[in-house]
């Protein structure tokens, strides 16, 4: 399935149960934003990627950013008007691929975190988003970005089984399938329904992204990294324009 049906018709609707709650996501990025020393000098724009229920959005936006936050799935967008309140969050339903087109000269900052840069179609498609956040950037500017690594291990077994979350209403279980490139991703849901167990699955696939890939084409195009830490199987990498 193509990954903007999979998150209109099945992911979206259950994505912040699957965080495990909103507040615990936030948190753990106002700690992070904190650790990169992120804040913004006077009136600076920051676009998030990929921004889902706002995680990313909304702490920076608190720390004063004027937000550009831009994801394909409307039901997500719909949840990150809930959690703006009068923040200067700007929502935009399109695909990341677009996002030159939302910006009118450059920006300070741009995320992409969550494991968003995984979901994009083909690894052109990966170095084309790239290549547009290096030309947007001002000088002294900041990439952020996070993705899962799918490329160290390829779990075997019933490791690709992944109990992600659970109560007496509903059950998320996600497998992973790994191929040469990708990972299949089958999501599981379970949902009680008068009484009865109802399960319903979805497919779509993620890229395996070699982080280091992506850092050389950063530095290729005039940006440092700054930090990269992997937590929990998550790469974390902040790139500084320098040209
Ligand atoms: C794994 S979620 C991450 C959401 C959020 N950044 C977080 O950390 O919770 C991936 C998000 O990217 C969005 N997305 C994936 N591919 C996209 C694309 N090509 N264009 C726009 N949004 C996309 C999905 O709708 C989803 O909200």
Known sequence: MRVKDHY????????????????????????LFAT???????????????????????????????????DF?????????????????????????????HIENSVDLIVCMGDTLVHLPDREAVRSVVEAVCDSLKPGG???????????HAPTGA?????????DEQIFTCF??????????HDVLYRKQEGEWKMSVSDYLKLRLDSTVIDRQLTEQGLDISCKTEADGMITVMAT???
Request: charged content about 25%; glycine content about 8%; overall charge negative.
């Open 159 to 167: 490791a690709r089984f992944i109990p992600v979350r659970a109560n």
């Open 8 to 31: 209109d018709s099945f992911l979206g609707s259950v994505y912040s149960w699957i965080l495990g709650d909103f507040d615990t996501a936030y948190r753990k990025y106002v700690d």
């Open 73 to 101: 799935c409307q039901a997500l967008l719909d949840e990150l008007a809930d959690h703006s309140g009068t923040l200067r969050i700007k929502p935009i339903c399109d695909d990341i691929r677009n996002f030159p087109e």
């Open 36 to 70: 990169l020393k992120l804040a913004p000098h006077g009136d600076e724009i920051a676009v998030d990627l990929g921004c889902g229920p706002g995680c990313q959005s909304v702490p920076l936006a608190e720390l004063g950013y004027d937000v550009l936050a831009i």
């Open 176 to 185: 992973l399938d790994y191929r040469d490139d990708v990972v299949h991703v």
């Open 142 to 152: 900041v990439f952020v970005y996070a993705i899962r690594d799918y490329v160290g």
């Open 241 to 243: 324009k320098t040209l």
